[in-house]
């Protein structure tokens, strides 16, 4: 049997008071983004994105205490978008400046992404570090982000987030 751990459990009571948005105002720009929960139980990730001020990117991050990994090869994300590229994002430790990424595409039907721990890479302000990729034991933090280089509305539904 394939073992999986919710990272986090939507469902039409859960507490999404923990997801905090961080868009490029702390940087002098124009993007805004807001996460909600709907009628559903799935999270709203909704916003746009302004390329006003040298901005360009909006995110949503989850911080939670220290899950374990050990056993675990990827990351199930199960979303339904707006035909727009996302970034998916990890932390091992919440305090690090850098994140270990991998993008995305999304369609307006529901998909089941795969991601592989093993291949997300390390990038810290849109640059790739000279670092190893993902072979921590623990995560601390989640996020999503878009940074297409475009102003543009985006709205991303998450039904779920795995381990497996």
Not at 53 to 58: E, I, K, Q, R, S
Request: charged share 25%.
């Amino acid at each position: 049997m394939i073992q999986e751990h919710h990272i986090f459990e939507f469902n039409k009571t859960a507490d999404v008071t923990l997801w905090k948005t961080v868009n490029d105002v702390v940087m002098g720009g124009n993007s805004s983004g807001h996460f909600s929960l709907n009628k559903d139980g799935h999270g709203i990730y909704e916003g746009n994105v302004s390329l006003e001020n040298n901005g360009g990117f909006a995110s949503v991050r989850y911080r939670f205490d220290a899950l374990d990994t050990k056993g675990f090869s990827k990351i199930k994300l199960k979303v339904r978008g707006d035909g727009k590229r996302y970034q998916f994002r990890i932390k091992d430790k919440a305090t690090n400046k850098h994140a270990y990424i991998a993008y995305f595409n999304t369609s307006t039907d529901w998909q089941l992404i795969e991601l592989d721990l093993k291949n997300m890479y390390p990038t810290f302000k849109g640059r790739k570090l000279d670092i190893p990729n993902f072979d921590a034991h623990k995560i601390e933090e989640v996020a999503f982000l878009i940074a297409n280089k475009t102003a543009e509305h985006f709205k991303l539904e998450i039904a779920s987030i795995v381990m497996k």
